[in-house]
């Protein structure tokens, strides 16, 4: 059973080290060749998209550095909270254009 647990953990590592390049790439080239901050779409790309670089890149930090105990509890605050502002915006845009899309079908169903 250990065998199997350290497979897995090897194949985890692999998968966050894989993902960190597209996870981290993408934003970077969004934020150089889009106008994402002139649209609630673009804002929500990238926020959400930066979340996610922020949470895979300092989770190989903190595997490769293995900081003292309240380093690695301060930055996965930071990282949770940048997750959750992040989704929490998208989940903000998404019922906003919900609610104009509803007015805009009443509007049109008056006349």
């Given at each position: 059973?250990?065998?199997?647990?350290?497979?897995?953990?090897?194949?985890v590592q692999l998968?966050?080290?894989?993902?960190?390049?597209?996870?981290?790439?993408?934003?970077?080239?969004?934020?150089?060749?889009?106008?994402?901050?002139?649209?609630?779409?673009?804002?929500?790309?990238?926020?959400?998209?930066?979340?996610?670089?922020?949470?895979?890149?300092?989770?190989?930090?903190?595997?490769?550095?293995?900081?003292?105990?309240?380093?690695?509890?301060?930055?996965?605050?930071?990282?949770?909270?940048?997750?959750?502002?992040?989704?929490?915006?998208?989940?903000?845009?998404?019922?906003?254009?919900l609610t104009i899309?509803?007015?805009?079908?009443?509007?049109?169903?008056k006349r």
């Amino acid at each position: 059973m250990a065998a199997l647990t350290h497979v897995l953990q090897i194949i985890v590592q692999l998968i966050v080290f894989a993902l960190a390049l597209p996870a981290t790439a993408f934003p970077i080239v969004y934020a150089l060749f889009f106008r994402w901050w002139k649209y609630d779409a673009g804002r929500t790309v990238m926020a959400a998209t930066t979340a996610l670089a922020l949470l895979v890149d300092l989770s190989i930090v903190m595997r490769l550095v293995r900081p003292i105990p309240i380093v690695e509890a301060a930055v996965s605050v930071f990282v949770l909270l940048a997750v959750l502002a992040a989704s929490t915006y998208k989940l903000s845009v998404l019922l906003r254009k919900l609610t104009i899309q509803g007015c805009e079908r009443e509007e049109n169903a008056k006349r």
